[in-house]
């Protein structure tokens, strides 16, 4: 439906088509508010359970990055 979400940039851009904007200067903390948004979207039905699938495993992925003290 959405394409391929592969990266948190693409999580941000698939946020940015339901005029969702996520900047708070603190990685982490983003992410935690992409994954609210996502299953807010989900359960409104805007997006598919695939699309909510690939946005958190995009999400878990830097998560785990940032945490592993990768950029």
């Known amino acids: 439906m959405w394409g ?3 990266t948190a940039d ?3 851009r698939l946020l940015r088509r339901f005029r969702t904007v996520i ?8 992410i935690e508010l992409m ?7 989900y359960e409104a039905r805007l997006i598919d359970k695939e699309t909510l699938a ?3 495993h ?3 992925e830097r998560e785990d990055a940032l945490r592993a ?3």
Request: overall charge negative; charged content about 35%; glycine content about 14%.
């Open 58 to 60: 995009a999400l878990k």
């Open 4 to 6: 391929p979400i592969r």
């Open 35 to 41: 994954r609210d948004e996502l299953r807010e979207l």
């Open 23 to 30: 900047y708070t200067g603190d990685a982490l903390g983003e």
């Open 54 to 56: 690939q946005a958190l």
């Open 69 to 71: 003290g990768g950029c």
């Open 10 to 12: 693409d999580v941000h």
